[in-house]
């Protein structure tokens, strides 16, 4: 069963405007791990945020900012701004307590920025 | 640059051959983890090592196999190749294992003729 849920397949957005993708995760763990990565056209998949199930304050880091909450089991990420740069596909992950590092993935969500 | 390293970057190879992907893991990290990422199936995990054990196995097949060294690189080897294999192998690694931030290597993209 998949655990990991990215509904939208393709956003698309013009520079400057902002974008959020949307992340819904099914695990029974109490203690487990929500990880964001972007993967651009080069193909290198790039670590981006990384939060515990303990941690449910939201934060800003630069352009990037991300909203966790437990009681909807989301993990929504939002890119402010958006520059053609961004354009990628963003992965969400999930890694529970009892499977030791395993990583997993959401289906990605392609963004589009244009200018 | 993450500091994982693959090589090759691409390999073309046929049906019922066998091939071996290497991975150098970021400096002090134990953890070694292997990744397919395909058209169909996404981004899938493979297997885990932790300094030179295995930790943990996903969706491998039991014509793949992998292990870690003890200079903690890691190969995996995929053997009686078939069309289906096609795709792009990851290689991450991290300090120890659960919960920590996987670092991924550029990955290897491998085509079976």
């Known amino acids: 069963a998949q655990k990991v849920t990215q509904a939208q397949t393709e956003i698309s957005v013009v520079e400057k405007e902002d974008v959020t993708l949307d992340c819904v995760y099914e695990?029974?763990?109490?203690?487990?791990?929500l990880f964001w990565y972007k993967q651009p056209p080069s193909g290198e998949l790039v670590f981006l945020i990384r939060?515990?199930?303990?941690?449910?304050q939201n934060e800003i880091s630069g352009r990037y900012s991300w909203n966790f909450q437990k009681s909807t089991s989301s993990f929504n990420f939002t890119i402010t701004a958006s520059q053609v740069v961004d354009s990628a596909v963003y992965f969400c992950?999930?890694?529970?307590?009892?499977?030791?590092?395993?990583?997993?993935f959401g289906a990605g969500t392609q963004v589009v920025v244009t200018p | 640059d993450s500091g994982v390293t693959q090589t090759p970057k691409h390999l073309i190879t046929a049906t019922g051959q066998r091939v071996t992907l290497r991975c150098s893991p970021r400096?002090?990290?134990?953890?070694v983890y292997w990744y397919q990422q395909s058209l169909d199936q996404g981004l899938q995990f493979l297997i885990q090592?932790?300094?030179?054990?295995?930790?943990a196995k996903g969706n491998i097949l039991e014509r793949f196999s992998a292990q870690q060294f003890p200079d903690l690189h890691s190969e995996l080897n995929l053997s009686s190749l078939e069309l289906g294999d096609s795709a792009l192998y990851f290689c991450?690694?991290?300090?120890?294992?659960?919960?920590?931030?996987?670092?991924f290597g550029p990955g290897t993209r491998l085509l079976v003729l």
């Open positions: 400096s002090g990290d134990l953890s």
């Open positions: 991450a690694s991290s300090e120890q294992g659960v919960g920590e931030t996987q670092y």
């Open positions: 992950a999930l890694s529970e307590a009892d499977s030791w590092g395993k990583l997993q």
């Open positions: 939060r515990n199930s303990f941690d449910e």
């Open positions: 090592y932790y300094n030179g054990e295995e930790r």
């Open positions: 695990t029974r763990d109490t203690t487990y791990y």
